[in-house]
Each structure stands twice: as C-alpha cells, then as structure tokens.
C-alpha cells in the first residue's frame, strides 16, 4: 500500500509518477479514498462520492501506453456539484434535484476526462452556487479547515477544502462573482477565473452567457496551470471557446518571466476593505519589488460594478431559474428566489445601460493594462467569517445593501473580461489565510500565471496545505 505521504505531494510530481509508472491511477484512488475517510467527515467538501466508476475508468485508461493518457494521466479530480457528470448524483445544493442523475457529461468534464482525468467525486456548493458561502438543504455547509467553525466561502468551497484537506490534488470550479477566487482567498489554496471561452461547456439557456466561467484550482501555481491546459481548448458547442495556446500554462507559469510595473489597489475604488486583510495584501504586493518591478497604487474606473453587476446577474437568475420560480419556489432559497425575481423584473432600458457598462469597464480595463502588466487587489475585503453567517452584511463600518455586495472587489473583474487569480499571500493574527488577486488583461491569462508563479517564489507560503481539519479553542 502506498503511504498517506503521497497526498503532499504536488499535482505535477503526481503526474510524473504516473507517466514514469511508478504508481497507477487505482493506488492514488486507494490513497484519496482512505484520506476521505479520514478527514472529510469534519470538513463536508465532498459529499458525494463515485470511487466504483473511477476505477472503472482508471483500468481502462491503464489499458493505453503510459504516454498516451492525456495531460493528467490518471490524476483523480473532483467536479463541483453543478457540473453534470455522466452516471453521478448532480444536485446542484437544490433539494429540486436531489436525486438526479444526468446520463451525458458536460463539455468540460468530458474534455478533462480525454485529458487522463479521473472523476472520482463531486464537492460541495451552495445552491445553483449563488452565494459565497458554501452551504445548501441537501448536503449541509462546508467548513474551513484552518478553523472549523468558519465559512470556507463559495461558490466553490467543497474545491477549496478538498485541496487544503489533502483530498484533492487537483480540483476544478466555477466562477461569477468570485466562486474560484473567494474559496481559494478563505483556504489557503490557488484558484483562477479564466478569460471569457478559455474552457469549453455546455451552453444552457443562452449560447453567449459568459458571467460565468469554468477554471481550475489548486494547492500551488504550477499544478493549477496544469490544469489548466487540461481544461482548454475549442469545441463547436460551444461558440466562445477559444483553442488552446500553443505554449503551453504550464510553460508559462515556469518561464520566469518577470512583470515590470504593476498595480495594487486596495479596493478598486469601490468598497470598504477589513484593514488587516488590506495590510497583508499590500505587503505581499510591495514585495514584486524583490523581483525589480515597479509597484504603484491604481486601479481603473470600474465605479459602475455595483450596477451593472446586480443588473446582469438578476438577467441571468432569469433566465437560467424562472421556471423553477413558477414550478418548485417553495424549494428554493430566500436569496436565489430574490435573484430571480430581480431580473424577471427587469427593464430592456435597464439591460441596455448595464451592457453598455461592461463595455465601458472593459475598454478601461484594456487601456489600464497598457500601462500596467498586473493589477492586485485583495481576493476577499474579509478573513473567514462565522460559518453560521449566510453573507457578509458589513464591513469596516459599511452596511451592505444586498447580499452579493460584499463580493465587490471580484465581480468588477468578472465584469471587465479579466483574467484573474487568488493566491495566498499570507495570515491574520489568528492564522487564517489571505489570498491577493492578480489580475491581468483579458485573454492575458498567461501573464497571470507568470506573476503569480514569481510571486509564489517570493512570498515562500507554498507547501502550506494541505492541513489536518482545525478546531480553535
């Protein structure tokens, strides 16, 4: 039996040991399972579990030549409880659907699939992933390892848990308003919004919805690139995929290339910011200057976020839910039966000036970045709150007019078309982590992965998780 060590090892290191045979796909499924057994019961961020049908396809990809199972080969990866799964429970945190079971795999799990990815289990998320903290009827919440009896945010919580737990090398997620970046910021861990078309899905209700993205996470900068490449690529059904790079994220992540002016703001220009969580990120940005670049205080004008994201959110809980709103309201959550109704409310005037918005924010960001190879910001403008606490209702005296407003400080970058990344850039006094957000051009999701990879370097926290579940006294 192979040991428990295995788990701390890097995603990367991972895969050269199943390129080089030196373990197989079914031991790294004997180790992830009896990790599981151990810890997840604590922490809840994978509840639903599909060991039978990764085995499965874990003996039929050993079946090919070592050098022929894809980017990953063999790796074992979870999928978050929105994404369909051939042949697994996919409730979406909704007692609606609590017991279904789609027969065909979304566009992105079948392209990780063909890529040597093991599907082995589906992690937590609120329902329909609205909210960022990670908690819904069906399975229950979601906890922070560092301290359990803190949120471990959302949407893609269960991701970020089952990597700082040792559960997962390699985990992917989803984001609108900050569901791979806030999780990450809370755990300690890696997790990347994508450029617009970057990973390929399923289209629903609407061809061009591009709020939200699919993207990777992970314990370090590197294993996140990997997954990366194994997530993108173009793919007919979906018309806003983009092709694959030719030089690879991974190559990228590992050039050292080096940026030369950089940005930092503390709060875009648009919320309040806890002050601890502001002074850490502003160290760990200074500290760019180790690597010869020029660190100065800006941000674009992204002042129109609050609107224009309430506006084209309410659109798309529209468009997506109201059906389940006529049939099943009783089912559903106070806070996406209010996101429902707030679009369905909607006026084609209202539509118009929030588009007209986005344009504008992303020109500005274009133009931004012209002058700028990076902007950082803090990941999240609070540490781990109470897990009891459904959302942040204030911050550093400002009381929040709604329950998404607090995510602020990453749904203006959702909506300005960048790419972006939550890396962890230190503690509180309490020793809960901080992630600063790097952000770069859109389509630049490279530069991304470069800075932050330097970074990373410097700040020296990489190797941090994964951790034992935390009870604080």
């Not at 051939?86 to 566009?107: E, H, M, R, W, Y």
């Not at 344009?359 to 133009?367: D, L, P, Q």
Request: charge should be neutral; aromatic fraction near 6%; proline fraction near 7%.
């Amino acid at each position: 039996m192979l040991s428990q060590d295995l788990i701390r090892e890097t995603a990367c290191a991972v895969v050269d040991k199943l390129r080089s045979c030196d373990v197989s796909p079914l031991e790294l499924l004997d180790v992830l399972e009896k990790r599981i057994a151990e810890v997840d019961g604590k922490v809840n961020a994978l509840p639903t579990l599909c060991f039978d049908r990764a085995r499965d396809n874990a003996k039929a990809l050993m079946r090919k030549p070592a050098g022929a199972r894809g980017l990953l080969a063999g790796l074992p990866v979870p999928i978050k409880d929105l994404a369909d799964v051939a042949g697994v429970l996919n409730t979406q945190g909704s007692p609606i659907f609590k017991d279904s079971v789609p027969a065909k795999s979304d566009i992105m799990v079948e392209n990780l699939e063909a890529n040597g990815a093991v599907i082995y289990a589906k992690s937590n998320t609120p329902e329909f992933g609205a909210g960022a903290n990670t908690f819904n009827e069906v399975f229950g919440a979601t906890l922070n390892p560092w301290d359990v009896s803190k949120s471990a945010a959302g949407s893609s919580g269960g991701a970020a848990v089952a990597l700082a737990t040792g559960t997962a090398w390699l985990a992917q997620g989803s984001d609108m308003g900050g569901s791979l970046r806030n999780p990450a910021s809370f755990c300690g861990v890696v997790g990347m919004r994508p450029s617009i078309g970057r990973v390929a899905r399923t289209p629903k209700c609407s061809i061009n919805r591009n709020l939200t993205v699919q993207g990777p996470m992970a314990r370090n900068v590197e294993d996140l690139a990997l997954l990366l490449d194994a997530m993108s690529g173009d793919y007919p059904a979906d018309t806003q995929s983009l092709p694959a790079p030719t030089t690879s994220f991974l190559s990228a992540a590992r050039a050292g290339r080096k940026p030369k002016r950089i940005a930092y703001s503390p709060d875009l220009g648009i919320t309040p910011v806890d002050p601890e969580v502001k002074a850490i990120t502003r160290k760990a940005a200074e500290r760019f200057a180790e690597a010869g670049a020029v660190v100065e205080e800006a941000h674009p004008d992204w002042r129109e976020a609050h609107e224009c994201f309430h506006v084209l959110r309410a659109f798309d809980f529209a468009i997506s839910k109201a059906q389940l709103l006529r049939t099943k309201r009783d089912l559903l959550k106070p806070e996406v039966v209010w996101n429902i109704e707030e679009g369905l409310k909607l006026t084609v005037e209202r539509l118009e000036r929030a588009e007209a918005q986005r344009v504008g924010m992303t020109a500005r960001a274009i133009e931004f970045f012209e002058s700028y190879d990076l902007l950082l910001a803090p990941a999240t403008i609070v540490p781990p709150f109470p897990v009891e606490n459904r959302y942040v209702a204030e911050c550093d005296g400002k009381r929040f007019d709604n329950y998404v407003e607090w995510l602020g400080i990453v749904y203006a970058v959702t909506l300005a078309s960048c790419p972006a990344l939550s890396l962890p850039c230190g503690f509180t006094a309490s020793d809960l982590p901080v992630g600063l957000q790097i952000i770069a051009a859109p389509r630049a999701d490279a530069q991304v992965l470069a800075g932050a990879k330097v970074l990373e370097d410097i700040l020296g926290l990489r190797g941090t998780t994964p951790i034992d579940p935390r009870v604080k006294t």
